[in-house]
């Protein structure tokens, strides 16, 4: 079945630091990628999305390109802002709507 | 346009308890799917229904869960009896029908069930 695997977490990084988060997924067929977020309290929201190889989602400075031959899709930012501190998941839609989810990580930005 | 609306937000329930959890997907979206989110992990799938049909419950418990979606109203997640360990956050999510495997489903907010 389809399945994800995120980083481990938690992630600490200073305040304008490089972020990568790796995601590499399994699947059958040609899955849709998203990475979402999740601030405390609070419910998902998509950062981007991906449908096909070589595609790249950005949005807010965040870019993950959907690469097929290494089955990943991993999360990059320049530099990253104490308001990212939050929760990243990794995601594949292989019906839509239907997702499998990774289990999260965990970033904090310190000032 | 609202976007899908879960209530209650927080729902206290004693062991032994029924729990109704609602969801009002986007005006237009006739797919709702369910997710649980156990502390500490990532969303797992539930159940995806369209209305007043049952597409695929592979996710849920086999006892004492259910869910449904009427022709009219939100749509239920039910647990009966309720324990400890269905302490979590649910998520529902709706998308429209498109026939297209890459549509979007957008997520509420969240109920987060906490039985005592």
């Known amino acids: 079945g389809d399945s994800v695997t995120q980083m481990e977490g938690p992630v600490t990084l200073s305040e304008e630091a490089f972020l990568t988060i790796n995601c590499t997924y399994t699947a059958t067929g040609y899955p849709s990628l998203f990475w979402y977020v999740q601030y405390p309290g609070e419910g998902l929201q998509l950062l981007l999305k991906a449908t096909k190889a070589d595609d790249k989602g950005s949005n807010k400075g965040f870019e993950a390109t959907y690469r097929k031959e290494t089955t990943s899709f991993h999360l990059e930012k320049g530099s990253v802002q104490v308001s990212d501190s939050a929760v990243y998941f990794c995601a594949l839609s292989s019906n839509a709507g239907k997702s499998t989810f990774g289990d999260g990580t965990t970033l904090t930005v310190k000032p | 346009n609202a976007g899908v609306m879960q209530n209650p937000r927080h729902l206290v329930r004693r062991r032994g308890q029924e729990a109704r959890l609602r969801c009002s997907p986007m005006k237009g979206h006739s797919h709702v799917y369910w997710y649980r989110q156990l502390p500490e992990e990532g969303l797992k799938f539930m159940v995806y229904?369209?209305?007043?049909?049952?597409?695929?419950e592979s996710g849920m418990p086999k006892e004492r869960f259910s869910a449904e979606f009427p022709k009219e109203g939100p749509s239920i997640l039910r647990i009966q009896q309720v324990v400890r360990g269905d302490s979590a956050a649910y998520f529902c999510?709706?998308?429209?029908?498109?026939?297209?495997?890459?549509?979007?489903?957008?997520f509420g907010q969240g109920t987060r069930l906490t039985v005592v």
């Open positions: 999510a709706s998308s429209p029908w498109t026939g297209d495997i890459h549509t979007e489903a957008f």
């Open positions: 229904l369209q209305k007043e049909n049952i597409i695929d």
